[in-house]
């Protein structure tokens, strides 16, 4: 039977790109997403033998339903990015809602687990299986004003270690990503509103400017590929150096 791979948050942005990338390789991709209407449309445009499924990945049971729709579909699932997530507006800690920070740790951590609870079980059956989880640089540093989105993507990395180690030896690879920050249509339009300054990112990022989501799920597609066959419980980190960046902004050259 051939390959399928699944693609939460997948009508737009990293999970749209990264759809695209894995139909080159894959025969089908499953395209989930809140707005079920984008993920049919998404479908549509990868062609024949792909699908897209409405689903609220903080459901449990419109879950299980999607990956019953799949299962009965296509009979397996071999790949599972996770990509569904919220990014909640920057606000200092004692001005946040204890409703907000629940929220998005619902949608990007818990979402994240449910999803990969409700799949992995096919994978572990056949022993075989690549997850991607689509943590962030917010894990691996402190950004002031946003503590609930950093908590949620460290608790993914957490987690894909966790996974990766029970699971290694049946068959089934989890990894992580951390992106840096990607030009997307959500960034381009609070570029508009001018709640965020774009060149003072790309001014912090040592490659001087925002990746490009197609470069994101070209790493995503490596982490599930032959060729990372070795590799679990990773995390790895697209950020065009901003992690590594030890020293004051003027020091980079131009």
């Not at 062609?47 to 897209?52: I, K």
């Not at 997307?184 to 990022?205: F, K, P, Q, V």
């Amino acid at each position: 039977m051939s390959a399928v791979a699944l693609v939460t948050g997948g009508a737009q942005g990293i999970g749209w790109a990264t759809a695209r990338r894995l139909a080159r390789d894959i025969p089908h991709v499953v395209v989930i997403d809140l707005d079920g209407q984008a993920a049919v449309a998404r479908a549509k445009e990868l062609g024949p033998g792909h699908l897209g499924i409405e689903a609220d990945v903080t459901d449990t049971e419109q879950v299980s339903a999607m990956v019953e729709r799949v299962m009965a579909a296509f009979g397996r699932i071999d790949v599972l990015i996770n990509n569904a997530g919220i990014a909640e507006q920057p606000g200092e800690t004692l001005g946040q809602s204890g409703e907000g920070f629940e929220q998005v740790l619902r949608v990007n951590l818990c979402g994240t687990f449910l999803v990969t609870q409700a799949v992995a079980g096919e994978m572990l059956a056949r022993r075989q299986g690549a997850i991607v989880n689509l943590s962030s640089i917010a894990a691996l540093g402190g950004i002031p004003t946003r503590n609930a989105y950093g908590a949620a993507k460290a608790g993914i990395l957490g987690m894909t270690r966790s996974m990766a180690c029970e699971w290694a030896r049946h068959g089934v690879r989890v990894n992580a990503i951390a992106p840096g920050y990607v030009r997307t249509t959500l960034i381009d339009e609070l570029e508009r509103r001018g709640t965020i300054d774009t060149a003072a990112l790309e001014a912090r990022t040592p490659m001087g400017r925002l990746a490009d989501p197609a470069e994101i799920a070209e790493a995503i597609a490596f982490l599930t590929s032959p060729q990372a066959s070795f590799i679990t419980g990773s995390v790895l980190v697209a950020d065009g150096g901003w992690s590594a960046l030890g020293a004051p902004e003027a020091s980079l050259q131009t």
